[in-house]
């Protein structure tokens, strides 16, 4: 079940790839309220059902990922870090990158496979991954 | 030196390279680059210059200016290495094109015609922010890494071992007790099984590192390090795979070595019609240091190459 701390608008697509908005909602731990909104679109399969699917990471976690690349490469604090920044942009070579990954997993006690590991390569990607990781676990 | 100017000048004169004759079989050339050695402002936009514009955009979306400069160094170093073996007079630094095979390792995209063969060349590169290397061999896949010396691991080098190393290459690091040694031992070892990933040109997750051992053949407690009177094959480096036991690990040969007094580099090359009960015949190893358009240096049997193990 996906609980997000804050949201003012998520969008993302159901199973069947139809776009969907959640407005505004105030959600409490654990549990997920949402009214949902179709977006406009053509081709609506109405006969079939769909599972939603919310894609994006905790912004917690991000956050989380953030603070340990920043101590792997020893970032100055005027580097700045968005998700989509990529680890080989900010220097890190491929030992980097392996410590990164291991501080994740000591961090949220989880362990990245091999084949995994090589797909990290921002730290968006090393939070979605994590949360997959930690949803499997628990 | 006759100083050569390969190509053709109808536009305007382009800066030229020391001509080069490709590496015979059994032989590697290394080629290295100190960034913090190359200031000048006009010669980086010449590097900038040839480079692709795909290759221009990565460069530039380095996060920093010393990030951006060993970025463009590492491809001006590798487009200028392979133009200077005049494999045939079309190439320039400019004109050669780069693809990834299935595994995501670059190689040369060459462009031949029906009455022109390209040879087999084959290439790696690695960079620290510090040096820039680029190993060059013909019929043989080649993987090179280069680290700093006195490069820091944030995690404690056993646990760190115990996760990715395989469990005879833990037993070795736990053998060391001065723990600076087993730092650089570390290093060494990760250089060397770097090199030999990027060999087999898999990548990362196809030859997980847990799953091969590197060591040292004949006197494994003494590590990597240079015996003192010791023979050839004293020294020889090898790698044991558990994934594949029958695959040839004995066609891989490794060379590691102190460049510049700075880094650890290793050098992972196929060996060819090797067998086990072969004599070991060693390999050429050929160094240049090298500022392209500006100076090169043959270094080897200089200070700046050290072999520690494999020569």
Same mark, same amino acid.
């Given at each position: 079940?996906?609980?997000? #701390? @804050?949201?003012?608008?998520?969008?993302f697509? &159901?199973? +069947?790839?139809?776009?969907?908005? +959640?407005?505004n909602?105030k959600?409490?731990?654990g %549990?997920?309220?949402?009214?949902?909104?179709? &977006?406009?679109?053509?081709?609506?399969?109405? @006969?079939?059902? #769909?599972?939603? !699917?919310?894609?994006?990471?905790?912004?917690?976690?991000?956050?989380?990922v #953030?603070?340990?690349?920043?101590? !792997?490469l020893a970032?100055s604090?005027?580097? !700045?870090?968005?998700?989509?920044?990529?680890? @080989?942009?900010?220097?890190?070579?491929?030992?980097?990158?392996?410590?990164?990954?291991?501080?994740?997993?000591?961090?949220?006690?989880?362990? $990245?496979?091999?084949?995994? #590991?090589?797909? +990290?390569?921002? +730290?968006?990607?090393?939070?979605? %991954?994590?949360?997959? %990781? $930690?949803?499997?676990k628990? | 030196?006759?100083?050569?100017?390969?190509?053709?000048?109808?536009?305007?004169?382009?800066?030229?390279?020391i001509?080069?004759?490709l590496?015979a079989?059994?032989?590697?050339?290394?080629?290295?680059? =100190?960034?913090?050695?190359?200031?000048?402002?006009?010669?980086?936009?010449?590097?900038?210059?040839?480079?692709?514009p795909?290759?221009? =955009?990565?460069?530039?979306?380095?996060?920093?200016?010393?990030?951006?400069?060993?970025?463009? /160094?590492?491809?001006?170093?590798?487009r200028?290495?392979?133009?200077?073996?005049?494999?045939?007079?079309?190439?320039?630094?400019?004109? /050669?094109?780069?693809?990834?095979?299935?595994?995501?390792?670059?190689?040369?995209?060459?462009q031949?015609?029906?009455?022109?063969h390209?040879?087999?060349?084959?290439?790696?590169?690695?960079?620290?922010?510090?040096?820039?290397?680029?190993?060059?061999?013909?019929?043989?896949?080649?993987?090179?890494?280069?680290?700093? =010396?006195?490069?820091?691991?944030?995690?404690?080098?056993?646990?760190?071992?115990?996760?990715?190393?395989?469990?005879?290459?833990?037993?070795?690091?736990?053998?060391?007790?001065?723990?600076?040694?087993?730092?650089?031992?570390?290093?060494?070892?990760?250089?060397?099984?770097e090199?030999?990933?990027?060999?087999?040109?898999?990548?990362?997750?196809?030859?997980?590192?847990?799953?091969?051992?590197?060591?040292?053949k004949?006197?494994p407690?003494?590590?990597?390090?240079? /015996?003192?009177?010791s023979?050839?094959?004293?020294?020889?480096?090898?790698?044991?795979?558990?994934?594949?036991?029958?695959?040839?690990?004995?066609?891989?040969?490794?060379l590691?070595?102190?460049?510049?007094?700075?880094?650890?580099?290793?050098?992972?090359?196929e060996?060819?019609?090797?067998?086990?009960?072969?004599?070991?015949?060693?390999?050429?190893?050929t160094?240049? =240091?090298?500022?392209?358009?500006?100076?090169?240096e043959?270094?080897?049997?200089t200070?700046?190459?050290?072999?520690?193990c494999?020569?």
């Amino acid at each position: 079940m996906a609980s997000v #701390s @804050s949201a003012t608008c998520l969008s993302f697509r &159901t199973s +069947i790839g139809l776009p969907v908005r +959640i407005h505004n909602q105030k959600i409490s731990k654990g %549990l997920v309220v949402v009214s949902l909104g179709w &977006t406009k679109t053509r081709n609506f399969p109405s @006969s079939r059902t #769909s599972r939603l !699917q919310i894609c994006a990471a905790k912004a917690e976690t991000v956050e989380k990922v #953030s603070e340990i690349v920043r101590k !792997q490469l020893a970032l100055s604090p005027e580097t !700045q870090l968005t998700p989509q920044t990529k680890f @080989s942009e900010l220097g890190a070579d491929s030992l980097d990158t392996v410590e990164i990954v291991m501080g994740l997993e000591e961090e949220f006690n989880i362990n $990245v496979e091999e084949e995994n #590991s090589e797909n +990290i390569t921002t +730290i968006q990607e090393a939070a979605d %991954l994590i949360e997959k %990781l $930690v949803e499997k676990k628990n | 030196m006759k100083l050569h100017c390969f190509q053709r000048a109808f536009f305007h004169s382009s800066p030229s390279l020391i001509p080069v004759q490709l590496p015979a079989p059994m032989e590697t050339h290394l080629w290295y680059m =100190k960034p913090s050695e190359v200031k000048s402002e006009s010669l980086l936009k010449e590097y900038l210059d040839i480079l692709s514009p795909c290759e221009r =955009k990565n460069v530039l979306q380095m996060g920093g200016e010393e990030l951006r400069k060993s970025a463009l /160094l590492a491809r001006a170093l590798v487009r200028t290495t392979i133009a200077r073996y005049q494999i045939n007079s079309e190439i320039t630094p400019r004109s /050669l094109k780069f693809r990834k095979n299935i595994h995501g390792k670059p190689e040369v995209e060459w462009q031949y015609s029906d009455d022109w063969h390209p040879p087999s060349l084959h290439f790696n590169i690695s960079h620290t922010s510090s040096l820039v290397a680029c190993g060059v061999t013909v019929n043989s896949q080649i993987g090179i890494d280069v680290e700093e =010396k006195h490069r820091s691991i944030k995690h404690n080098v056993l646990s760190f071992a115990r996760r990715y190393f395989s469990e005879h290459e833990v037993q070795f690091l736990a053998a060391i007790s001065d723990p600076q040694v087993q730092r650089m031992e570390f290093i060494k070892l990760w250089t060397l099984k770097e090199a030999y990933v990027k060999a087999l040109g898999k990548g990362f997750s196809g030859a997980p590192f847990k799953t091969f051992t590197i060591r040292s053949k004949s006197v494994p407690e003494e590590g990597f390090n240079k /015996l003192e009177g010791s023979s050839l094959k004293a020294s020889e480096i090898v790698v044991d795979s558990f994934d594949n036991p029958t695959v040839l690990t004995s066609n891989w040969q490794f060379l590691l070595l102190e460049l510049a007094n700075s880094h650890y580099a290793a050098i992972c090359t196929e060996k060819h019609g090797a067998s086990e009960g072969d004599r070991n015949v060693p390999v050429k190893l050929t160094v240049w =240091k090298t500022i392209p358009f500006l100076e090169d240096e043959c270094v080897s049997g200089t200070d700046a190459v050290k072999t520690i193990c494999g020569l």
